[in-house]
C-alpha cells in the first residue's frame, strides 16, 4: 500500500513535470497548470504554498534572458505596483478557511484564460492609456492572484495589447510572474498560511518543473504550436469547470 506522503510526493513531481512542459513549450502556462492540478487535489492556498519557489526560479530565468530588464521595469512599473498592492489586498482570500470561494474562484480564473486563449481574443491598447490602464490592470491581476494563486488575468492580454516585440514580450511576462509570485509570497507569510512542509516541498517540486521545462524546449520545434496551444486551452477549460463543479457540490 502506497503511504500518503509518497502519493502526495509523486502528484506533486507529475504536476510539475507537466505545468514545465507547458512552460518550456510556451514561455508561460507554469503556475496555471499546476494551481488547476493541485487545486482539485488540497486547498488553493497550499497549492500556492508549494508553487513558490519553482514560479520563481523559472520566471527569473525567463525575465533576465535578454537584455530589456531595465527599460521594461521602467516602463511598466505602475502595472508592478498595482500587482503587489491588489495581491497583499486580497492575500486573505485564498488563505482564509473558507477554501470553497477560493477553489470557486480558481476555477473561473482558469476558465476565462481558457476561453481568451481559445477565441484567440486580442486587443490593442493605445499608447495615451497606458499610463492609467498600467496600474489599473495590475490591481486587479493583483487580486486575481491573491484569491486564486493564478498571475495570467488579466496580465497576459494586457501584455499582449501593448505590441511588444516578441523577446521583449516574453521578458515583461517574466516580470509580471516574478513580482506576482513574490508578492503571492509576503501576502501567505502574512496571512500565516506558509507552513515549513510547503517550502520542503515548493523547493523538492524546482527540479520536476527544470526537467519539464528541458523537455517543453527539446519538444517545441516537432509540435505544432497552433495545435499544442489549442489543446493546452481545452485542458484548462476542462479544469476550470471541474473546479467549479466541485465548489458547489
Known amino acids: ?58 520566471n527569473v530565468w525567463q525575465l533576465f534572458a535578454g537584455p530589456g530588464v531595465r527599460a521594461l521595469a521602467k516602463r511598466l512599473w505602475p502595472m508592478m505596483a498595482g500587482i503587489v498592492v491588489g495581491t497583499l489586498a486580497a492575500a486573505s482570500f485564498i488563505a ?27 486587443f490593442s491598447v493605445p499608447p495615451r492609456y497606458e499610463r492609467w490602464l498600467s496600474p489599473a490592470i495590475g490591481a486587479v491581476t ?13 496580465a497576459v ?4 495589447g501593448l505590441a511588444l516585440k516578441k523577446e521583449d514580450l516574453v521578458q515583461a511576462l517574466g516580470l509580471s510572474f516574478t513580482v506576482s509570485t513574490i508578492a503571492l509570497a509576503i501576502g501567505l507569510v ?34 505544432s504550436p497552433e495545435s499544442f496551444r489549442r489543446w493546452f486551452f481545452i485542458c484548462l477549460l476542462a479544469l476550470g469547470i471541474q473546479l467549479i463543479a466541485r465548489a458547489f457540490v
Open 157 to 160: 492580454p494586457y501584455l499582449q
Open 96 to 122: 482564509g478557511g473558507g477554501g470553497v470561494r477560493a477553489v470557486a474562484g480558481l476555477g473561473v480564473a482558469l476558465t476565462l484564460y481558457a476561453l481568451a486563449g481559445l477565441m484567440a481574443w486580442r
Open 1 to 58: 500500500m502506497i503511504s500518503p506522503f509518497v502519493l502526495r510526493t509523486g502528484i506533486i513531481a507529475a504536476t510539475f513535470v507537466v505545468a514545465g512542459f507547458v512552460k518550456g513549450m510556451t514561455g508561460m502556462g507554469l503556475p496555471t497548470v499546476a494551481m488547476g492540478i493541485l487545486g482539485t487535489l488540497m486547498l488553493p492556498a497550499q497549492a500556492a504554498a508549494v508553487l513558490l519557489l519553482p514560479s520563481f526560479i523559472t
Open 142 to 154: 493583483g487580486v486575481v492572484t491573491g484569491g486564486t494563486g493564478v498571475f495570467v488575468i488579466p
Open 190 to 223: 502574512s496571512e500565516n498560511a506558509f507552513a515549513i512542509r510547503d517550502l520542503r516541498e515548493s523547493l523538492f517540486a524546482v527540479i520536476p518543473a527544470l526537467i519539464g521545462m528541458f523537455i517543453g524546449q527539446r519538444v517545441r520545434g516537432r509540435i
